[in-house]
T-cell receptor, first 109, second 110 residues
Framework: GQQVMQIPQYQHVQEGEDFTTYCNSS?????IQWYKQRPGGHPVFLIQLVKSGEVKKQKRLTFQFGEAKKNSSLHITATQTTDVGTYFC?????????FGKGTHLIIQP | DVKVTQSSRYLVKRTGEKVFLECVQD?????MFWYRQDPGLGLRLIYF???????EKGDIPEGYSVSREKKERFSLILESASTNQTSMYLCATHRPGKDTFGSGTRLTVV
């Protein structure tokens, strides 16, 4: 079945540094979604990318979908302590999502 | 915004007990899902449902069953709880472009 690999598993940054997490799928994805989970919380939807090569921005967050629709990235510029959490990518849709294992972002003030 | 409510935030059950985890959504979405989340393994799909009385196995259905008698309610059943089912259980609904998760139920089986 479909597998979604996500790296790195953990990322420590100083507040103000940039952060990037990467996802790779074993199969072509129809779309990819990104979620953020705060410590003790549940996954919260951030965005969906559908088109090949798509780039979307939400304030300091930039999401990219690869040309082959098999990889994606999330980049955060100038991290803040509120960015702490685990970021998941997920492929799929009406039949359920296949999640990457997530990247834990740890920010040192 | 869609609200997905899971009846219990924390639950402790004994090995061999029958356990019901309830999930209710308020937006008439047809597709509902149960995932479990474990450290190092991420979120994995247990079962999902397209509509009332419809169910499909996900990636790890063993040891679980589900019930969907009404559109808004999707129940996960552990017929005979075992310690390896200690986990965080998350319910979700789907509309095109977005899935919405409940707050989760942390189940401990002792």
């Amino acid at each position: 079945g479909q597998q979604v690999m996500q790296i790195p598993q953990y990322q420590h940054v100083q507040e103000g540094e940039d952060f990037t997490t990467y996802c790779n799928s074993s199969t072509t994805l129809s779309n990819i979604q990104w979620y953020k989970q705060r410590p003790g919380g549940h996954p919260v939807f951030l965005i969906q990318l559908v088109k090949s090569g798509e780039v979307k921005k939400q304030k300091r967050l930039t999401f990219q979908f690869g040309e082959a629709k098999k990889n994606s990235s999330l980049h955060i510029t100038a991290t803040q302590t509120t960015d702490v959490g685990t970021y998941f990518c997920a492929g799929g849709g009406a039949d359920g999502l296949t999640f990457g294992k997530g990247t834990h972002l740890i920010i040192q003030p | 915004d869609v609200k997905v409510t899971q009846s219990s935030r924390y639950l402790v059950k004994r090995t061999g007990e029958k356990v019901f985890l309830e999930c209710v959504q308020d937006m008439d979405h047809e597709n509902m899902f149960w995932y479990r989340q474990d450290p190092g393994l991420g979120l994995r799909l247990i079962y999902f449902s397209y509509d009332v009385k419809m169910k499909e196995k996900g990636d790890i259905p063993e040891g679980y069953s589900v019930s969907r008698e009404k559109k808004e309610r999707f129940s996960l059943i552990l017929e005979s709880a075992s310690t390896n089912q200690t986990s965080m259980y998350l319910c979700a609904t789907h509309r095109p472009g977005k899935d919405t998760f409940g707050s989760g139920t942390r189940l401990t089986v002792v």
